[in-house]
């Protein structure tokens, strides 16, 4: 493990060595800065391939910056994008002899011939911290053996100390360093050495792809390579070998018949399951570690760098972006405060108008069109040069899961936006987790920024609600505690819990009433009007106008309608995959019924226990029926 005073103290006691890495680094930074003064083409490209020699030159620490930049067309020109996409794949191996011999030693055994059959001459990929061989084990079952650079945690642990000093300075020189004021940069230096450590333990990367096997392996075209913990070390590593091409070699995949925006798609989903489901995220996904396979799945690697987000945090950031998406800014605001940016004692209210003035021109058209990175240096133009804030300790490796993901996104499509492909998951989380049913019931209501006095003070929002139920629609993935059904619709227990919850509020219940009987006035006033004017157009206008029909009237009733023709397609698909066959009382939906029987009828699966939650779904099932019949 990392402990940043015990390495300081090792090292300390050895100048020597720190001033020759120092003097080493020093050294190629200055050539690089030679080159940088030229501003043409040729000089560019020069220049990025030089330091991509030199963070090759550098080591492990340095690789590892490169691939985290190689995917940000964001951040760097194509020609440095071009230098630095060989990190994903094309590291300088180490000694074959050398790794040879780590692996008898760590497995214990005299010569490769005891545990496998077979065993590639020379490594099959190259990477920042190991090198991969292709073996065989002794029952036949191909795998891959990854292993550990040589002397490696003290070549990383001299880069952290370096990286430390640097940042001590800067903090030391901060009152003539704006952007450096209030950051904890030795604090970030120290999170990411952290990390970095136990990414070298393999371990720990045993456990934690057992780990995400357990919590994302059901998801479709997911792929998660089997572990063999009887064959792993500290250096060494066994695994399932996959086969399969780069998700950013987009011709391989298209030769396989396979589209690949549709396994961005799938990336997208999952991580959004890891950063905001169980908050167990993998912190470097770069390209190197998502291959496409032939038969159709998106294969994860490497899982030695991973975090983990409090379930707090979870929720708030999934309310952040629906108020990103819905241009709440008084709800972002709030999100601040939650997220812990800011203190509890600072009012958000007079941070809105900032918030609007970063966001509202960057918004286009399309709010869910904003990238992640946008999101992000909000938070920064607006909090950090404004308020006194603080970081919390996960916000640097989710920043940086995020921002990679997205760059990877856009190197394949630069029209891809991550936060689009993601809101349908947001969707149905926010309509259907009972957790989250506080922020369901403010995006409805939106009583943050009315005026208590104000006559549409606790208007229900239609627009969101269509919103809700139509993105949802388009994710494939359940809720929390509920399941999928073999056809593919959504599991009836969280719709009853939603319907259970709404009846239940009681300034919900009274908001939605008093929408109802309002909306139905202007409803029958628009058939009235309808039915005098017939065909008449003109006519027709003139008597809406006459009946007191505003434009935004005529708005909300078509919303109404929308929203009410949505609910009836949702509760018909959930209602025919949870019907019972009066033939051979199989549930199921109708289609896959094995009885030549074709009436079905509403039944809800028997449950074994009946908390509160199961008794308030059986009631709201018993009003459905009725009403059904």
């Known amino acids: 493990m990392y402990n940043a005073a015990e390495v300081e103290e090792f090292f300390g006691q050895r100048p020597f060595l720190v001033l020759g890495r120092l003097l080493k680094v020093l050294t190629g ?6 080159l940088a003064f ?23 620490t340095y690789i590892k910056l490169g691939q985290a ?24 191996p180490f000694d074959n002899e050398e790794a040879v011999k780590l692996v008898l030693r760590e497995l214990n055994c005299s ?7 077979d065993f590639s001459a020379q490594p099959v990929a190259a990477a920042s911290l190991g090198q991969v061989y292709k073996a065989r084990l002794k029952n036949g079952q191909s795998v891959a053996v990854k292993v550990q650079r040589p002397n490696l945690a003290e070549n990383v642990a001299l880069d952290l100390v370096l990286a430390r000093q640097v940042a001590k300075s800067l903090v030391y020189f901060e009152e003539f360093l704006p952007g450096v004021q209030g950051n904890d940069l030795v604090g970030f230096v120290d999170a990411f050495g952290q990390r970095l450590f136990e990414e070298l333990d393999y371990e720990m990367e045993v456990k934690n792809a057992q780990r995400f096997r357990e919590l994302y392996g059901d998801q479709e075209k997911l792929k998660v390579p089997t572990m063999y913990p009887s064959l792993a070390t500290g250096k060494v590593i066994v695994m399932e070998w996959i086969d399969g091409v780069k998700l950013t070699d987009t011709n391989a995949i298209r030769g396989l018949g396979l589209e690949p925006l549709d396994y961005i798609s799938v990336g997208i989903e999952c991580a959004m399951r890891q950063l905001l489901e169980h908050g167990f995220f993998h912190a470097d996904p770069h390209p190197g570690n998502f291959f496409v396979t032939g038969k159709g799945e ?4 490497d899982f030695g760098m991973m975090s983990e987000m409090p379930k707090e945090a979870r929720l708030a950031v999934i309310q952040h972006i629906v108020h990103v998406v819905n241009r709440d800014y008084a709800g972002m605001a709030q999100d601040y405060n939650h997220l812990g940016f800011i203190s509890e004692e600072i009012d958000p209210r ?17 709010a869910a069109a904003v990238s992640f990175k946008t999101i992000i240096d909000g938070l920064e133009e607006v909090i950090f040069k404004n308020y006194p804030f603080s970081v919390p300790p996960f916000y640097a490796l989710v920043v940086r899961s995020l921002v990679t993901l997205e760059g990877l996104a856009l190197s394949i499509d630069p029209k891809y936006r991550v936060l689009a492909a993601a809101y349908p998951y947001l969707a149905k989380r926010v309509l259907l987790d009972s957790e989250l049913r506080s922020s369901l019931f403010e995006l409805l209501i939106n009583t943050a920024t009315a005026k208590p006095d ?11 609600a269509i919103d809700l139920l139509r993105e949802s629609s388009k994710s494939s993935v359940a809720v929390p505690g509920s399941t999928r059904t073999p056809e593919g619709t959504d599991d009836m227990g969280p719709y009853l819990d939603l319907a259970s919850s709404l009846i239940e509020d009681a300034a919900f219940r009274q908001t939605l009433v008093a929408e109802l009987a309002s909306t139905a006035d202007v409803m029958i006033a628009d058939i009235i009007g309808g039915a005098m004017s017939g065909s008449d157009v003109q006519q027709l206008q003139k008597l809406r106008k006459r009946l007191g029909l505003q434009l935004d009237d005529e708005a909300r009733v078509s919303d109404v309608r929308e929203t009410v023709n949505l609910i009836a397609e949702k509760v018909a698909a959930t209602w025919r995959s949870h019907s019972q066959c009066y033939g051979c009382g199989e549930f199921g939906h109708a289609s896959s019924c094995r009885c030549s029987a074709s009436f079905h009828v509403p039944q809800r699966p028997p449950r074994q226990k009946r908390g509160c939650r199961e008794r308030r779904r059986e009631k709201c099932w018993a009003q459905l029926t009725r009403s059904g019949r």
Do not use: N
């Open 29 to 34: 930074v200055s050539k690089c800065a030679f």
């Open 38 to 60: 030229s501003k043409d083409a040729e000089s560019e490209r020069r220049l990025a391939c030089r330091v991509r020699e030199l963070f090759t030159e550098l080591g492990p």
């Open 69 to 92: 930049l190689s995917v940000r067309p964001d951040v760097l020109p194509e020609a440095f994008l071009h230098e630095f996409r060989e990190f994903q794949d094309s590291v300088t």
């Open 111 to 117: 010569q490769l011939s005891e545990l496998f059959s």
């Open 298 to 301: 998106l294969c994860v690697l």
């Open 350 to 366: 007079p941070i809105v108008p900032k918030i609007q003035a970063y966001f509202e021109p960057r918004m286009s058209t399309k």
């Open 454 to 464: 104000a006559p549409d003070a606790r208007r229900f929002r239609w627009d969101r």
